[in-house]
């Protein structure tokens, strides 16, 4: 069993619609939770982290974390086409522990 | 400016080739990673350089060695390269990690896309 795991999808979704891209993890030392965009043929890039349990939001974007269910979720309102791209979540018990990755989710968002 | 940049960009080989993929950062950073992305766009963390000095080793074969010559540059070489080493190599780069509740961003370059035939 993985350490994160993620629906890897794809997931379809038209153009407005709130999508949904969650985790769940089995390492209860884990107290940073990161989501990362890919778009194809790039490397990934930082959406927004959250500093253990919580909500955080950011524009169209909302990350939350239940660490008493070991479940992340990262909303995303009003979706756009450019959103389509692969959603990676990725955690770490901070400091020089490792970055653990999901296998990511790949969202299309159709006009 | 490109923040973090890898070359080169596509590596076609032949098995039991060696090879290297280089990796430069200009943010200023003091860690620097590789990672490997497989055909399922798995992420795996490989090694991490924090101001030269490996920090982290995962379970990675000894055919695979990192050189850290300064904080800007983390390069990796490849021994007799095998099929199963072909994806895609990214390396990334953030300041020192914390413990404090905020995280340093790990910056990724662009990758470099390996085919061993």
């Known amino acids: 069993q993985k350490e994160v795991e993620q629906d890897p999808g794809p997931l379809s979704v038209p153009e407005g619609a709130i999508v949904s891209l969650n985790c769940t993890y089995s390492n209860s030392a884990f107290q940073y939770f990161m989501w990362y965009r890919q778009y194809s043929r790039k490397g990934p890039e930082l959406l927004m982290y959250t500093y253990s349990s919580g909500n955080k939001e950011d524009g169209r974007f909302t990350a939350q974390v239940d660490k008493s269910s070991k479940y992340i979720s990262l909303f995303i309102r009003d979706s756009q086409p450019s959103d389509s791209a692969t959603y990676l979540c990725?955690?770490?018990?901070?400091?020089?522990?490792?970055?653990?990755f999901g296998t990511g989710t790949r969202l299309l968002v159709s006009p | 400016d490109t923040a973090v940049s890898q070359t080169p960009k596509y590596l076609v080989t032949q098995m039991g080739n060696d090879k290297s993929i280089k990796c430069e950062q200009n943010l200023g950073h003091d860690t620097m990673y590789w990672y490997k992305q497989d055909s399922k766009k798995f992420l795996k963390i490989m090694f991490s350089?924090?101001?030269?000095?490996?920090?982290i080793n995962e379970t990675v074969p000894n055919r695979f060695s990192p050189k850290s010559p300064d904080k800007a540059h983390l390069n990796l070489h490849i021994n007799s390269l095998e099929l199963g080493d072909s994806a895609v190599y990214f390396c990334?780069?953030?300041?020192?990690?914390?413990?404090?509740?905020?995280?340093?961003?790990?910056?990724f370059g662009p990758g470099t896309r390996l085919t061993v035939l």
């Open positions: 990725a955690m770490s018990a901070g400091g020089f522990q490792k970055l653990v």
């Open positions: 350089y924090n101001n030269k000095e490996l920090i």
């Open positions: 990334a780069s953030s300041q020192a990690p914390k413990t404090s509740g905020v995280y340093n961003e790990q910056f």
